[in-house]
């Protein structure tokens, strides 16, 4: 039995967690932990997947960080143009997921390679930010702008390795991916019988989040329906009515919209030809052929492609070129006759465009299976410590709270917060006992509130606990006041984690936590 996984299926994998996160079907955060030492200093050891490790990194998490939609993105690989370099074109018959066929400039803009001039090197930077057609450059490459990297995603996501790419809108399927908004509701039937005092609940059904609408009622029919909120995160919309008692019959029709992050892209997408032949590859030149006596004839499911054949001084079909791409084709086939000699043997095979053009989406067009998600870890809470190290950060999904529903929250501490007589008596990662058999870390210390925040071992503690600082042998440490953890760090599933070398944290401090997670 033959099987293959393909790329796309990798990128479906990828798009099914981005649109996880960015419709928030469950909830993902950054995790910070371990303040203390390696078992061998200033080594990093390697995470293991057993859930024994899994267990340790749970105690080991002291905040959590929310990654919100606007902290996700897809990536493809980075492929920087540099003058001297072969690139790959695109051609059909080939795996593109593992070649060199588009590039980033130092303009931050991505091309795809149509034509590499039979494989020569590339000594002309792409430049043009023509959003419809191709265009040749003087060293016979052939290359369509695909997307510019705006600012935004260039410094929150561009990596030395991956680039940031969006699906903005235009055609293809998914038309809008998972950036729709909804934009407009026909009413397509009025129905009848309904109230005003007793008016019908509008659903808004679809894959996105947050859409609400209600009706606008007649003379007993629904002639609007006022959108409140156009949501987000929307491929595909519907409107479900529910009738009442009184009224029945009526139906609406939904459109999506969307704020497109770059407005050239959107306008790139919208301009894709779909099913467009790039390009003639000969593989027999044939013999006898005469100048002007050839006829190119482009057979498929497509219509209108043209093409024109030149003779060499050898009566051989030395090149084809494309006069008329055509449109809607998914395979094209070649033939050549003669209008009046005696020329024959020429064979050649057509290169097809992707189903819904070039760039009509660059996620899939540029084998996206990747996705980044990127946070900036701040001061502007109590949630997050200071003035201590951690080695350890990670992604945790669905972690709970501490009346166990799901943490919703933008920032949390899974530590307990204890304010004191004395915070002299207690350092950080010092070892924290109860007398009632609770086990902790000092993961921070704040003295100008009193407090002490505690990362449970064994989590088992009141106001009325006396402490013993385990380093120190210090007793009879009593409690002012004591806070539950806004999130349990024994719960959610952790999909994610990265050891380093300690980074020590200050009150003045930002961060920026970056992941690249392949699919």
Not at 241 to 263: C, F, K, M, R, Y
Not at 355 to 375: I, M, Q, R
């Amino acid at each position: 039995m033959a099987l293959l996984l393909r790329t796309l299926a990798r990128n479906e994998l990828a798009r099914s967690f981005y649109r996880d996160v960015a419709n928030e079907n469950d909830f993902f955060y950054f995790f910070v932990g371990k303040t203390t030492e390696w078992p061998v200093v200033g080594t990093p050891e390697t995470p293991l997947d057993t859930e024994s490790y899994n267990s340790q990194t749970h105690r080991n998490m002291m905040f959590v960080k929310r990654v919100q939609a606007s902290d996700a993105v897809m990536m493809i690989r980075r492929i920087n143009w540099v003058a001297g370099t072969i690139y790959d074109h695109y051609d059909d018959v080939d795996d593109l997921s593992t070649k060199n066929f588009y590039v980033l400039t130092d303009d931050m803009r991505v091309y795809k390679c149509l034509n590499n001039n039979d494989g020569a090197p590339s000594f002309n930077k792409p430049n043009s930010t023509d959003v419809t057609n191709a265009f040749i450059l003087s060293d016979g490459y052939v290359w369509k702008y695909m997307f510019k990297v705006e600012a935004s995603d260039e410094l929150k996501f561009l990596t030395p390795d991956f680039i940031p790419v969006r699906k903005m809108a235009g055609v293809g399927v998914p038309l809008f991916d998972i950036n729709g908004e909804i934009d407009d509701i026909t009413v397509t039937s009025g129905g009848s019988g309904y109230v005003s005092g007793d008016l019908p609940t509008v659903l808004i059904q679809g894959d996105g989040v947050g859409a609400t609408a209600v009706p606008v009622v007649t003379a007993g029919a629904i002639t609007d329906i006022t959108i409140t909120n156009q949501g987000r995160g929307y491929s595909f919309a519907y409107i479900e009515i529910v009738d009442n008692e009184t009224g029945a019959g009526a139906a609406a029709e939904v459109s999506l919209g969307n704020e497109p992050v770059s407005l050239d892209q959107e306008n790139i997408e919208a301009a894709a030809v779909p099913g467009t032949v790039d390009r003639i590859n000969l593989l027999q030149l044939g013999q006898n052929y005469s100048s002007g006596d050839v006829l190119v004839t482009i057979s498929g499911d497509g219509s209108g492609a043209e093409a024109v054949a030149f003779v060499d001084d050898l009566g051989r079909i030395e090149r084809v070129d494309i006069t008329n791409p055509g449109t809607g084709y998914t395979f094209a086939e070649i033939s050549f006759s003669n209008i009046l000699g005696f020329g024959s043997g020429a064979t050649a095979t057509a290169t097809v465009s992707p189903y819904y053009g070039h760039g009509a989406n660059p996620v899939k067009e540029l084998y996206a299976k990747t996705v980044c998600l990127s946070v900036n870890l701040t001061n502007d809470t109590s949630d997050y410590f200071y003035n201590n190290d951690f080695r350890q950060l990670g992604i945790v999904k669905n972690p709970l709270d501490d009346g166990l529903a799901n943490f919703m929250a933008d920032t949390g501490t899974t530590c307990y917060v204890i304010t004191v007589d004395d915070t002299t008596v207690y350092s950080n990662d010092d070892s924290i006992s109860t007398d009632n058999g609770g086990r902790f870390i000092v993961a921070q210390i704040k003295e100008a509130t009193d407090q002490v925040y505690l990362l449970p071992v064994i989590p088992v503690i009141t106001v009325d606990s006396v402490l013993t600082n385990n380093r120190t042998s210090v007793t009879a440490l009593t409690i002012n006041s004591l806070t539950s953890p806004d999130v349990i760090n024994t719960t959610g599933e952790i999909l994610y984690i990265e050891n380093r070398l300690p980074i020590n944290r200050q009150a003045d401090q930002v961060e920026n936590i970056r992941t690249v997670i392949n699919f």
